[in-house]
């Protein structure tokens, strides 16, 4: 098959995939999501669905592949970045509208499981220390050239002079979920990640994170936006995140407001 086949093929496919029917898309529309956000967002889509009758559906990836669908055309109505400059090249595309919403700001965290003896803190010390001693094999953190919490976590490991010694130790996750399994199950030692993905997974018995200052990287602006085939839904949705009820869940995983 060539390839322009291929593609179409899958251009075809992947609203299927997503959505299941035709009908249901016109019943729920689908919001593309950093995967930073899958429990905080299945939260507060549940007080949505709640409070309005209302259902939405999020396909999860790194804020780098969905945006390259929605280049292809995948059929979203919402963005959900995990920082801004996604969502501006969209915009410059006229592939979303404006304005573009900073909605939360999110942190790094290091973080490791229960059979790693690796010492943590904020200013990677015992990383460091690992290093030398040669007790460091595998460290985890998100593709930085697709998540921007790889793009933060690169950033710290540059600032703390760490970024030359550690690469061919790194995992690296397609997405920020993924980094945290890595993480947690012990496919890595430890990883710098998304602090609130650290907080829905500290229910596994033995992890351990410390918080990574903030200087250390680039902002994490969580930032959403309506797509061109925004529907009503989606937007009474893009105002219900900014309510309090739907700040308060955020909160509670670890995102500041801005």
Not at 38 to 44: H, M, N, P, Y
Not at 135 to 143: G, P
Not at 192 to 214: D, M
Not at 217 to 226: F, I, K
Request: aromatic fraction near 8%.
């Amino acid at each position: 098959m060539k390839w322009p086949t291929v593609r179409l093929t899958l251009c075809l496919l992947i609203p299927l995939l997503l959505m299941g029917s035709a009908s249901a898309t016109a019943a729920t529309p689908v919001f593309a999501a950093a995967a930073t956000m899958k429990f905080v967002l299945r939260d507060i889509a549940e007080a949505f669905q709640q409070d309005t009758g209302k259902n939405v559906r999020f396909s999860f990836a790194s804020s780098g592949n969905l945006t390259r669908l929605i280049q292809q055309g995948a059929p979203f109505q919402l963005f959900f970045s995990a920082n801004t400059a996604y969502v501006e090249q969209l915009q410059a595309q006229q592939l979303a509208r404006r304005p573009k919403i900073v909605y939360a700001l999110g942190r790094l965290a290091l973080m490791t499981n229960p059979a790693s003896r690796l010492s943590l803190d904020g200013q990677l010390l015992g990383i460091h220390q690992a290093l030398q001693e040669n007790r460091l094999q595998h460290f985890a953190i998100a593709n930085p050239q697709l998540a921007p919490y790889g793009e933060a976590a690169r950033d710290a490991l540059q600032n703390l002079h760490l970024w030359p010694r550690i690469q061919d130790k790194l995992v690296i996750g397609d997405n920020a979920a993924q980094a945290v399994q890595f993480s947690a199950s012990g496919a890595a030692q430890a990883g710098l990640v998304a602090y609130s993905l650290v907080l829905a997974a500290k229910a596994n018995s033995g992890i351990r994170f410390v918080l990574i200052p903030q200087t250390l990287h680039r902002p994490l602006q969580q930032t959403m936006v309506p797509l061109t085939s925004a529907g009503d839904t989606a937007r009474e949705f893009l105002r219900y995140m900014q309510q309090k009820k739907a700040e308060d869940i955020l909160e509670h995983y670890g995102y500041s407001l801005p």
